[in-house]
Each structure stands twice: as C-alpha cells, then as structure tokens.
C-alpha cells in the first residue's frame, strides 16, 4: 500500500501560478514513472502530465507549455508547477504512482485525498 498525500491547492485569479507537492511515507522515487491528474466537477479523473525516470514527461494538450512536472528525490516529493491558470484548470489534482508501457501511463490503485485547484476569471 501506497499512501499519497497531495498540497498547494488554493484559489487564484485566472493567469496565476500554482505549485502542487506530492509526497508519501513510502519512497515514491522507487516508481520509474509518477504522474499527475485531475478531476473537474462532473467529469471522470484525466491524465494531466507523467514523467518517466525524470527525463521524459509528457503533457495533455490542455496543459502544454503551462504546466510542468518535476521530482526531487532527495525530499521524496513530486511537483506539479502549474502557470497561466485559466478557469478550466479547476479540479481536484491528484498524484500517481504507476508504469508507462508503450507510451501509455498506467497508474497502480494508490490515491490520496487530492488537492483543490480553484481558477476564477
């Protein structure tokens, strides 16, 4: 069992800047491959950015050259440095740990409480 814990969820005006920190009791530098997600009102949970072995992250569309995924495994934290917000970005961000197998994330059944990312206009 994986317990995850998710910060620096806050409301912010559109075109500001949030940074989002995942961490865990466990090691979660020991998965190749850590993700983020999020889930907007109403909507199922969608993959928002993955990063394998630190050197290859991938993006939605809806985020590119806005977001960035990063980890420092010495602190055992994962961030998610999020710019530019607009008011679609609102949703409860959730990190992941999992495996990428033919250029697809796929995540382990570990979820923590999630984060709230609150974008007004």
């Known amino acids: 069992q994986v317990q995850l814990v998710e910060s620096g969820g806050d409301l912010v005006q559109a075109g500001g800047s949030l940074t989002l920190t995942c961490t865990s009791p466990?090691?979660?530098?020991?998965?190749?491959?850590l993700a983020w997600y999020r889930q907007a009102p109403g909507k199922e949970r969608e993959l928002v950015a993955y990063?394998?072995?630190?050197?290859?992250?991938n993006y939605a569309d809806s985020v590119k050259g806005r977001f960035s995924i990063s980890s420092d495994n010495a602190k055992n934290e994962l961030y998610l440095q999020m710019n530019s917000l607009v008011p679609e970005d609102t949703a409860v961000y959730y990190c992941?740990?999992?495996?990428?197998?033919?250029?697809?994330?796929?995540?382990?059944?570990?979820w923590g409480q999630g984060t709230q990312v609150g974008v007004s206009p």
């Open positions: 992941s740990v999992g495996w990428s197998s033919g250029g697809t994330y796929r995540p382990y059944d570990y």
């Open positions: 466990s090691s979660i530098s020991a998965f190749h491959t």
């Open positions: 990063s394998v072995d630190e050197g290859n992250s």
